[in-house]
């Protein structure tokens, strides 16, 4: 049994599993510094409760769907995209909702780009769907991945802690979906244009070859070659190999 096969002890695998869990709504919510709960410490940590259930599972899920079937990062960023759109176009729609942000710079961001015929702004949709590629889930998920390297391409979670982290995601959409929906509801085209392309996405991902065994990125070692295989003697004729002469 290799390194790269070993046991891999629980403490390990659950703590990168709760670190990713905890980091991808941190990237995603706070450092990016928009909220206004970012002046209020005790307010971030109660927002970890939904925001870790909302982002984080999502980022452990979307990891360990790659790297339990052999893939890598093409994967990942065509999952963590369909799940972008799942976020804002389902779960707080707020790809289509026109008063999702009382602001007037919402109007101003919206509406250049606005397609009326689909009740999107691609402006937004570029910039929604590709901050939660970025930001909630794949930087998330190489940051901690870095800081295991020696497991970044195993699986961390077991059954057990998948269906947890589903779980954990149902309840947070949940509770996002319906307090985005008291006063706005897309309609069923635009629910199912997004479930269409989230799907679309998905199999997209999984469409994509696996990895060769071994193919981790390492360099095969190479056999240094004899002096005689790098420096050819030259021949010895038929006088100069008789001792006589």
Not at 120 to 144: E, L, M
Not at 172 to 181: D, N, P, Q, R, W
Request: proline share 8%; net charge positive.
């Amino acid at each position: 049994m290799t390194a790269d096969q070993a046991p891999i002890p629980a403490r390990t695998r659950i703590g990168a599993a709760v670190g990713l869990l905890l980091l991808s709504p941190i990237c995603a919510e706070y450092l990016i510094g928009y909220d206004q709960i970012i002046s209020n410490p005790l307010d971030m940590l109660t927002g970890l409760l939904v925001l870790g259930p909302l982002y984080g599972t999502v980022a452990v899920l979307i990891r360990e769907a790659a790297r339990r079937t052999g893939r890598g990062w093409p994967t990942m960023l065509l999952l963590s995209a369909a799940f972008g759109l799942v976020q804002a176009g389902v779960v707080d729609q707020s790809l289509f909702n026109p008063d999702f942000v009382d602001e007037a710079s919402w109007d101003d961001d919206r509406l250049p780009t606005f397609v009326a015929g689909l009740g999107v702004s691609v402006k937004h949709v570029v910039g929604f769907v590709g901050g939660h590629v970025i930001w909630s889930f794949c930087a998330p998920i190489g940051v901690v991945e870095s800081c295991v390297p020696r497991i970044a391409d195993r699986a961390w979670l077991g059954r057990a802690g998948i269906t947890v982290m589903v779980v954990l995601y149902g309840l947070g959409a949940l509770v996002i979906f319906k307090e985005h929906s008291k006063h706005f509801l897309a309609t069923p085209a635009q629910f199912g244009t997004v479930a269409l392309f989230a799907l679309g996405l998905a199999v997209a991902a999984f469409a994509l070859p696996r990895r060769r065994p071994g193919g981790g990125g390492r360099p095969r070692a190479r056999r240094c070659p004899s002096p005689a295989h790098r420096w050819p003697l030259p021949r010895r004729t038929a006088r100069s190999a008789d001792p006589r002469r």
